[in-house]
């Protein structure tokens, strides 16, 4: 039995990466589109929001992310999971702060 979760703690590993990967960027890939859209409109109001490299990337990265988090708890066990998914929580609070520059509550 034992030799069986040994053989689990590689792949759990990487799901547990995955996870935190996928909190993390789908927080800074929301944040980066909201900043791309805010200097983009800055500018030119009337620009599409695919016009900002910045509100692509983060969009990207958004979509990546969400893969990666749909990944990890499709395989992973939730319990393992939601633990990492609280550093979605102090990383909007961090970005908001410091990216957006708006007051966190």
Known sequence: MS????????????????????????????????????????IEPNLPNSKSPMWVFGTTLFILASLANFGAFGFAPAALLASLEATQVSGARRAAREELEEGVG
């Open 3 to 42: 030799w069986l979760l040994l053989a689990l703690v590689p792949f759990l590993t990487l799901l547990s990466v995955l996870g935190l990967f996928g909190s993390l960027g789908v927080n800074t890939g929301n944040n980066l589109q909201s900043l791309g859209i805010h200097k983009l409109h800055a």
